[in-house]
């Protein structure tokens, strides 16, 4: 295992990996799911995950956020934006929702509107349990 692979994938790549399985990702692929993702946000939280796939920092960023994601489906649905293979979408996700894009980036939803968003290194799953009821 090179130093990369120890920065990037930790020591215990096995845990990590059976923990980013589990993690209830749903796809934003189109810009008509946006609409759908307002709704939602009015019976629960929605969380946007906005990542690079061609980006280091957004692979840590995801990795930790992967790692101390402990919400129920009912708690908080969770979308996952490939910024790589959606720019369009996160472009009008920035449009409707009045957010500066950026990547990595976490946005949360609740009855229609942005009640936080950070990226980079501020992302923390933690963070969510504020606006869960």
């Not at 980013?20 to 939280?45: A, G, M």
């Not at 449009?95 to 980079?120: A, L, R, W």
Request: aromatic fraction near 10%; charge should be neutral; glycine fraction near 4%.
């Amino acid at each position: 295992m090179g130093i990369l692979d120890k920065i990037f994938k930790g020591n215990n790549e096995t845990k990590s990996t059976e923990k980013r399985s589990q993690t209830p990702w749903n796809e934003l692929k189109t810009e008509l799911e946006i609409q759908q993702v307002k709704e939602e946000s009015k019976e629960k939280v929605i969380v946007i995950f906005k990542h690079s796939t061609r980006c280091g920092i957004s692979k840590m960023a995801k990795r930790q956020f992967e790692s101390e994601y402990n919400y129920s489906e009912e708690q908080v649905k969770l979308y996952y934006l490939d910024l790589i293979a959606n720019r369009e979408v996160s472009t009008k996700v920035a449009e409707v929702f009045g957010v500066f894009h950026e990547s990595p980036q976490m946005i949360v939803i609740k009855d229609g509107n942005v009640v936080y968003h950070t990226s980079h290194n501020h992302i923390s799953a933690e963070k969510i349990g504020e606006f869960v009821s």
